[in-house]
């Protein structure tokens, strides 16, 4: 199974570990054409983080990142299930402001 999935109406699911042993390369380039379109054409996406076992910095970093390219392109993210310590990593690191979690 990969790092996340995004399904057919734009939401992406991120399953196991956000963190540098599982972060090679960024969102955005991490998905492939069909995926990049449906994105764009739902104009909005959610970021379902509850299947989320493990997150450090450079978890918070690929988010903050993914909120980013998502935005020059076009799409609207949301975080959903945020886990508790990646939510106290991203206070703690002032990252909170960046991150659209609900």
């Known amino acids: ?3 996340f ?4 109406k734009g939401n992406i699911i991120v399953h196991g570990h956000l963190d540098r042993d599982t972060l090679s390369t960024n969102f955005w380039q991490g998905l492939s054409s ?5 994105l ?15 997150a450090d910095s450079a978890g918070l970093a690929w988010l903050i990142n ?14 959903l299930n945020m886990p508790e310590k990646l939510h106290k990593l991203a ?4 990252a909170d402001s960046f991150l659209p979690v609900k």
Do not use: F
């Open 1 to 3: 199974m990969s790092l």
């Open 5 to 8: 999935e995004v399904n057919n």
């Open 34 to 38: 069909s995926e990049r379109s449906v």
């Open 40 to 54: 764009i054409n739902a104009k909005q996406s959610a970021i379902d983080l509850s299947d989320v076992e493990r």
């Open 66 to 79: 993914a909120v980013r390219d998502a935005k020059q392109n076009g799409v609207s993210i949301t975080l």
């Open 91 to 94: 206070k703690l690191s002032s």
